[in-house]
């Protein structure tokens, strides 16, 4: 299995709400790095996000706008993440009920048929805005 | 170290094709343009009526000399503006990827009168560009705001905190 069917994959699980899948798609060890986390997550920690954004996100879908194959198993994808927030996130915010289309960017290191890394690019005040979180 | 299997930077070299050397050059040349604050330079980057998405913009601009009059406003803000690359690639369909931290400090004019803060920010982000022949047709950048406000002062720590969610 070449980057961008590893790649593949991990839409379709996500698009196909199949957190244990998912979660089967990143190595022993791989990390997850995000602008909402201040340190990268791996393990346990990693599949708790990854489940938590589909029960946060009960109609979750992945939209991608643009996927390719840099070179040495390293895949450049854009996406819009659709949504509706009808379920509570990991950090106990509760359900909003409302509708979220926002976009991001990653990079997906991929070995053999496994991610090792994935860096995440989004702006968390467009996500912020559209769940109507405003500064207290 | 020996190895049986290819290093990353070879892999790189073997997928290496003339297209592919010849927009890593242009983008280079587009990515220098915003480092050097050439706004002619980058107004001809771009296809005529080419789109650029960012997320401080609620609309998508069009066409080079609107890209050239937002980069304007962003040296306006930050006189110091420099951008520094982490990362640039190309994929197989044209799409050139960068990676790159901003810098900047927050001391000119903004375009609302708010009053600048005076305070420096670092900022890493990503823009995708999709060429057509050797000028931008799309280009997309990504990069959080919410972390360039706390670093100008805008937002403090608590409240981007309560902003935030999902984590």
């Keep these: 299995m070449n980057a961008l069917e590893v790649a593949q994959r991990q839409v379709d699980a996500w698009n196909g709400h199949d957190a244990d899948a998912l979660i089967a798609l990143y190595a022993e060890g791989a990390t997850y790095h995000s602008p909402r986390f201040d340190h990268p997550l791996k393990g346990k920690a990693l599949g708790d996000f990854l489940k938590s954004v589909l029960t946060a996100f009960p109609d979750f879908r992945l939209e991608v706008i643009s996927k390719g194959d840099t070179g040495g198993g390293l895949v450049a994808s854009q996406w819009v993440i659709h949504g509706t927030h009808t379920g509570s996130f990991m950090d106990g915010t509760p359900p909003t009920g409302r509708t979220v289309a926002y976009p991001g960017a990653s990079f997906l290191q991929v070995e053999g048929d496994k991610i090792q890394s994935e860096h995440i690019y989004l702006d968390r005040q467009t996500v912020a805005e559209q769940l109507g979180r405003k500064p207290k | 170290?020996?190895?049986?299997?290819?290093?990353?930077?070879?892999?790189?070299?073997?997928?290496?094709?003339?297209?592919?050397?010849?927009?890593?050059?242009?983008?280079?040349?587009?990515?220098?343009?915003?480092?050097?604050?050439?706004?002619?330079?980058?107004?001809?980057?771009?296809?005529?009526?080419?789109?650029?998405?960012?997320?401080?913009?609620?609309?998508?601009?069009?066409?080079?000399?609107?890209?050239?009059?937002?980069?304007?406003?962003?040296?306006?803000?930050?006189?110091?503006?420099?951008?520094d690359l982490v990362s640039r690639d190309a994929t197989e369909n044209g799409i050139v990827v960068n990676e790159w931290v901003y810098s900047g400090t927050d001391t000119g004019p903004h375009p609302d009168g708010t009053p600048p803060t005076e305070r420096a920010a670092k900022c890493p982000g990503v823009t995708i560009s999709q060429y057509e022949g050797d000028k931008i047709r799309w280009q997309r950048v990504y990069t959080d705001r919410l972390d360039e406000q706390l670093q100008y002062g805008n937002v403090e720590l608590k409240q981007a905190q309560h902003v935030q969610v999902g984590s």
């Design chain 2, 1 to 83: 170290m020996l190895t049986s299997c290819p290093s990353k930077d070879q892999l790189k070299q073997i997928k290496s094709t003339p297209m592919s050397t010849k927009l890593l050059e242009l983008d280079r040349r587009y990515f220098d343009a915003w480092h050097n604050h050439d706004a002619d330079a980058i107004a001809a980057a771009f296809a005529e009526n080419s789109t650029y998405t960012h997320p401080a913009l609620p609309e998508p601009l069009v066409g080079g000399p609107a890209v050239a009059e937002w980069a304007k406003t962003v040296w306006t803000i930050l006189p110091d503006f420099k951008l």
